[in-house]
Every structure is written in C-alpha cells, then in structure tokens.
C-alpha cells in the first residue's frame, strides 16, 4: 500500500494508480498500456501512447501558443524528444506528466519565439483581484445571472477571450487545473513549481477571469 | 413588489443588516475569532476542490453565511470555474496520432530496430 497524501485526495472517478501501467488520468482511459514495454522502446506500445495522449497534449498546446499548426508541429516534436529520452524518465512521476513537461516547455519555447504576447501583464492580474481594506471587501461583488449569457457559442467565446488574455504562467494552470482537470500535484511536477504556487497561480488565474467576466455577467437592473 | 427591498439588497451602503454583518465580522475578525473576507478569499480554492480541514470549513462556511460580500464573490468564483470546466473550442485534428506517427517514422528515430 503506497502512502497516501491526505492533503491531495485524488477527484472522484480518478482511476487507482495502475503501477506500471500507463493511464491517462483524466479520462480513466480503459487501455493502459506497459511500461516496461515503452521503457524497451517498443514501437506498439508508443503508438498507443501517442494514440491515448494526442488529443489532450494538442489541446493544452493549443492554449499555450494560440495556432493550431504551431500546436501540431510542437505536438509531433514532443513524442520526438519522448522516445529518444525515455531512458531518462526516471519514475518518480507518471509517465504522462514527464510527456506534458517536455510539450509545455517546447510550447513555451515556441511562444516566446514568436513574441505573441497575452494582453495581461502579471501586475495587471494583481490588480484583477478583489481589494479588501483591513481584511474586509472594499465593495460588495456584483450578483451574476447566467441568465444573461444563455448562448453556448457566446458563453465559449467570452471564456476562452477571457483564457486568451491572461498572462502564459495564468492561462497554462487554468487549462492543466480547470479545463483538463489534471490534479494539483500532477500539474506541480509538469510545470515543476510547487503545489502551493500552483494553488495560488490557479486562485489568482480563476479571481482575473472572473474580472474579465464580470461586466457580461453581472444582473442587470430590474426596468 | 418589494422595490425599496431591491434597492437596499443592490446598494449594500443602506442596508443596515449587511453594515451589522460586516460589523460583527469585523469584531470577530479584530479579536482574532474568526477570519475576515480577505483570509476566506484565500480559503477559496481549496473549499471549491474540498480539501480544507475540518475547523476552517466551519469557520469559511459560517463567514460564507452572514457576509454577503464573501457569498457572491464565491458564487462568481463557481461560476467561472464551471464555465471553464464548458469550455470546448478547441477541434482536435482527425488524424492527429496519424499525423505523428509519420513524423516519428520518417525522423529515423523508429525503425532503429529493423535496419
Ligand atoms: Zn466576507
């Protein structure tokens, strides 16, 4: 029986750690596929992987640099760099977070090779965040009517415009944390910072995308 | 109906229960009873994915329940972590897998094995 974290209870549905096997987490993929079998270098068993991970991998790629084919080139470069270093994966995370490591970090490469910038500045998050005076809210926060936004092609837009504008750092922990639903400890070893910067990363993301959303969102006053 | 009530409830600077809430908050808080909205805000996350211990769960939820501040920020909180959860812009390509497994092929880092 390995320990268990108490401070990290694994979200409901989340498939029993399979070992040497590898699952993909979110989805409690039904097809584990060998580890031992990827460690060999076994063609099979990667095209499995490269099955079973592709979509999620091209999905948070995606996000990170804003182009599809960007996306897709950095998707390919990154089972590359895999295989030819799966001798140095060293077990001490699932096989699937070292993948996601090396496909952030060529897609934050990539990013800032292209000088796309997000239209957010790090202090302008700062700022998004609600203002207390002496540990109290300064102003009472609006009450939301999801009313107000009942088109599910205007609800997406308005979240991923929101998702877009956040700085790299913000937007990559919402989409591991919120649209993927890694856990906090997986989403710490991908981005290898700790699992409190990944709390308050996520915290400070969720508190600037409410900002963003609120002037969509806010109940409008009875005529 | 109940007009007056809705501007009270909208401007919370006339309405004297939410002034007494925050008063009596603002007392706790001072005597170090209980957290103020600047400390629950800090619990937020970790309520919404339920891993606060036991004490501060009461403490965040009886602060939840007599600030109007901390309720509605919450609920905008859940709000925008839901409709994050909805989002599904993003068309994955048909034949992506496909399209990798030719890369990797043609990149001689396979078929080391059968030359
Ligand atoms: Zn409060």
Excluded at chain 1, 13 to 25: L, R
Excluded at chain 1, 135 to 143: I, S
Excluded at chain 2, 80 to 94: E, G, R, S, W, Y
């Amino acid at each position: 029986m390995k320990p268990t974290n108490k401070a990290k209870p694994e979200r409901a549905g989340a498939p029993p750690d399979t070992g040497d096997m590898v699952t993909s987490t979110a989805d409690g993929a039904e097809d584990a596929i060998s580890l031992e079998a990827l460690m060999a270098g076994d063609e099979k068993a990667f095209e499995q992987l490269v099955v079973q991970e592709s979509p999620r991998l091209f999905r948070v790629i995606v996000r990170i640099v804003g182009d599809d084919d960007e996306a897709e080139s950095i998707l390919q470069e990154t089972f590359l760099q895999a295989y030819q270093r799966m001798n140095t994966f060293r077990r001490e995370s699932k096989l699937t977070t070292w993948l996601y490591a090396i496909g952030i970090n060529l897609a934050r490469a990539s990013l800032r090779k292209s000088r796309r910038l997000s239209s957010l500045e790090d202090q302008e998050v700062e700022r998004m965040q609600p203002q207390f005076n002496r540990g109290m809210f300064v102003e009472t926060p609006a009450v939301w009517d999801p009313a107000r936004v009942t088109e599910y092609s205007d609800r997406q837009q308005l979240v991923r415009r929101g998702i877009e504008e956040l700085p790299e750092d913000y937007r990559t922990v919402v989409t591991l944390r919120d649209i993927e639903e890694y856990s906090t400890d997986e989403v710490a070893k991908m981005l290898d910072i700790s699992s409190g910067a990944v709390r308050v990363r996520l915290h400070r993301a969720r508190g600037a995308l409410r900002k963003l959303l609120d002037p969509h969102m806010r109940r409008l006053p009875r005529q | 109906m109940i007009p007056q009530g809705g501007i009270r409830y909208l401007n919370p600077k006339i309405t004297p229960t939410v002034q007494t809430m925050k008063f009596l908050t603002a007392l706790k808080t001072a005597l170090g009873l209980a957290p103020g909205c600047e400390k629950v805000n800090e619990f937020l996350a970790d309520y919404v994915e339920g891993t606060l211990d036991e004490k501060t769960m009461a403490q965040f939820e009886e602060h939840m329940d007599m600030c109007k501040c901390c309720s509605h920020y919450m609920d905008q909180y859940r709000q925008t972590i839901d409709m994050t959860k909805q989002l599904d812009d993003i068309v994955v390509p048909a034949e992506l897998a496909e399209h990798t497994m030719f890369f990797l092929r043609n990149s001689e880092a396979f078929s080391k094995d059968e030359g």
